[in-house]
T-cell receptor
Framework: GAGVSQSPSNKVTEKGKDVELRCDPI?????LYWYRQSLGQGLEFLIY????????KSGLPSDRFSAERTGGSVSTLTIQRTQQEDSAVYLC?????????????FGNGTRLTVT | DAKTTQPNSMESNEEEPVHLPCNHS???????IHWYRQLPSQGPEYVIH?????VNNRMASLAIAEDRKSSTLILHRATLRDAAVYYC????????????WGLGTSLAVNP
């Protein structure tokens, strides 16, 4: 079946511009996660959704970052006034639930480059 | 949150078994041990997980030490497609959102 889909796969933007990154999770998955991976680094947690609500926003690096999820499905991560340090691969994952026994299914990410 | 320690890199020959170690000396009783792998230009892919007993699936085996302070991911016959970064992470009911991901082990497979 269809996996987690992220778009665009690559995004180059100028410093100061806003960007929107989209994630389509696996159908029926209630939990959705956003992570960021800088070059040569491990994954950094940003935010997760249970349904349409985001119980934990503590990983968002600054108030320039926001995310929403609608209809318990598609999620959008928005970065306003992008900075060069925002350059990274942004990964989305979904799972049927949030418990410890539920593996995460990842998309292939959006590679964001801020020039 | 409990952390894991893995070697930065390992090398194997095709068709040979590979044992990827992971240390998690501060693991708690409710932490599950999960393994993911990440191929170049892709998102991480779930491999296997376990709590106390050894586990087998079509991809790999997971051997967990009796004291649970270490574990080993076993690829029984490495193929070139197994070249990836392998991550060992701990997940419990309270933290599976934030998962602490280290740098993993970069596995090279020689033909």
């Amino acid at each position: 079946g269809a996996g987690v889909s992220q778009s665009p796969s690559n995004k180059v933007t100028e410093k100061g511009k806003d960007v929107e990154l989209r994630c389509d999770p696996i159908s029926g998955h209630t939990a959705l996660y956003w992570y960021r991976q800088s070059l040569g680094q491990g994954l950094e947690f940003l935010i997760y959704f249970q349904g349409n609500s985001a119980p934990d926003k503590s990983g968002l690096p600054s108030d320039r970052f926001s995310a929403e999820r609608t209809g318990g499905s598609v999620s959008t991560l928005t970065i306003q006034r992008t900075q060069q340090e925002d350059s990274a691969v942004y990964l989305c994952a979904s799972s049927p639930r949030t418990d410890y026994n539920s593996p995460l299914h990842f998309g292939n990410g959006t590679r964001l480059t801020v020039t | 949150d409990a952390k894991t320690t893995q070697p930065n890199s390992m090398e194997s020959n095709e068709e040979e078994p590979v044992h990827l170690p992971c240390n998690h000396s501060t693991i708690s009783g409710t932490d599950y041990i999960h393994w993911y792998r990440q191929l170049p230009s892709q998102g991480p892919e779930y491999v296997i997980h376990g709590l106390t007993s050894n586990v087998n699936n079509r991809m790999a085996s997971l051997a967990i030490a009796e004291d649970r302070k270490s574990s080993t991911l076993i690829l029984h016959r490495a193929t070139l497609r197994d070249a990836a970064v392998y991550y060992c992470i701990l997940i419990n009911a309270g933290n599976n959102r934030k998962l602490i991901w280290g740098l993993g082990t970069s596995l090279a497979v020689n033909p």
